[in-house]
């Protein structure tokens, strides 16, 4: 299981669940030179320990347990894996 960030955080990309993230699982890091190449920020399901740390300090709320994904945001898990994949 993980948690997924949807395209909710589009043109947000608060960094405040990359710095509570104990296993570093979601990119891109806020302070590399890559963060201002995407539109959002993933979490790498290899990763993602499942801790749910994320999921409350999202000021818009785009975090959600894979199995919590709103049906509209199902595509969500699919980008944040493409993402890695690269």
């Known amino acids: ?29 806020p302070y590399g030179p890559e963060f201002g190449d995407h539109d959002q920020l993933f979490i790498d399901a290899a990763v993602c320990i499942d801790c749910g740390a994320c999921e409350p300090v999202c000021p818009v709320g785009a975090i959600y347990n894979e199995y919590d994904l709103p049906d509209d945001a199902r595509e969500s898990l699919a980008t944040n894996q493409f993402f890695f994949a690269q």
């Open 1 to 29: 299981m993980t948690y997924v960030i949807t395209n909710s955080c589009i043109g947000h990309k608060d960094a405040s669940c990359h710095e509570v993230c104990p296993v570093d699982a979601i990119a891109p890091n």
